[in-house]
């Protein structure tokens, strides 16, 4: 009788626990304050000079981790479904090829009217979100009605949107933009682009928490058949999701051109594995179903951290990489214990 009302009574206490257990996000924001504190104490004891307290090294660091983090945003969206986009970094350099030929030529201008000699900024604006628009809605659909794997589909249109941007120009840069353009890079005294970021931040995670598009999205990344008897269109919703993530692709590709005020084929390298190992670390889980906006934000912060820090302390890039590859493989197996517990529970 007594050991019956024991552990009726430890129920209540042990759901009690489970419910006061702080959001994930905590535990990875106290892990970007360790690693920031960890290279201030490096910064004193190696350089003689503090990494934190240095106004020019922040804000090229987190204007750094705007352009990541718009993509990461889109990215996020994509693995929440069970799903991933490798196409994002050359989907960045297409976009920026194709924008920067607006912002740049007059020619584009005498074509609408005579006498205009520049295009208004948020005609290449248009244009690349335009473009980024395009390829997600490719990949939505190849993903959606070909049924063939997000990564293949993905793949396929990161080989084909760097050979874009290469062709278009025929390899060569594209420069000399117009000063209204350049302010989506410069303006508020060049934390234009952090604004952005923050801006775009803020809209996707109130829609993934409070909107329908966010109950069908975790819905299809939990249980996709379960998703689908619920009522739920699974084509049409998946092509929404991709596509919001090349419109994002094209956003941080357009935002890093104006910023420094120059457009080449070989922009966005690397960019899609960088925001997809900020969403990682920021607690998405790469099954679907879970994780925040504001998680894959501080994943973001944590990478720019790195990065800064590792510069600072003058570490070989080759170096920086590796440790970078760990970080990410480390984030995964913590997500892949994290699975194996909810399942026993």
């Not at 244009?127 to 589909?153: C, D, E, H, M, Q």
């Amino acid at each position: 009788m007594s050991t019956q009302s024991t552990s009726s009574a430890s129920a209540p206490l042990e759901a009690v626990v489970r419910r006061r257990r702080w959001p994930q996000e905590v535990n990875i924001l106290l892990v970007l304050l360790g690693i920031a504190l960890l290279f201030e104490l490096l910064g004193w004891f190696v350089q003689g000079q503090s990494f934190l307290f240095n106004y020019n090294r922040l804000q090229i660091m987190i204007l750094q981790v705007a352009v990541i983090g718009i993509i990461a945003v889109g990215v996020t969206q994509v693995i929440i479904t069970g799903g991933i986009d490798l196409s994002s970094g050359s989907v960045v350099a297409a976009t920026a090829m194709i924008a920067a030929s607006f912002a740049q030529s007059s020619d584009w201008a005498r074509v609408i009217y005579p006498g205009l000699t520049d295009l208004p900024f948020f005609v290449p604006l248009l244009v690349g979100l335009g473009v980024g628009l395009l390829a997600g809605l490719v990949n939505g659909s190849l993903i959606a009605y070909t049924k063939i794997p997000p990564f293949i589909a993905t793949l396929g249109m990161m080989v084909s949107a760097r050979g874009i941007s290469r062709w278009y120009t025929n390899g060569n840069p594209v420069s000399g933009f117009t000063e209204d353009f350049t302010m989506i890079g410069d303006g508020l005294g060049r934390w234009m682009p952090v604004v952005i970021f923050l801006v775009v931040a803020l809209i996707f995670h109130i829609a993934l928490r409070y909107t329908r598009y966010g109950k069908f999205t975790y819905a299809i990344g939990a249980n996709q058949q379960a998703a689908r008897v619920s009522g739920i269109n699974i084509e049409r919703h998946l092509i929404k999701v991709y596509a919001i993530a090349g419109l994002l692709a094209g956003l941080a590709g357009v935002v890093a051109i104006a910023r420094i005020k120059t457009a080449q084929a070989g922009m966005g390298m690397m960019y899609e594995l960088d925001a997809i190992a900020a969403a990682v670390i920021g607690g998405v889980s790469l099954a679907g179903g879970q994780g925040r906006i504001t998680g894959a934000v501080i994943g973001a912060l944590i990478l720019g951290v790195m990065i800064s820090g590792f510069t600072f302390l003058r570490v070989d890039a080759y170096y920086q990489d590796i440790i970078k590859g760990g970080i990410i493989v480390a984030a995964v197996v913590v997500d892949q214990y994290r699975q194996r517990r909810r399942k026993k529970s």
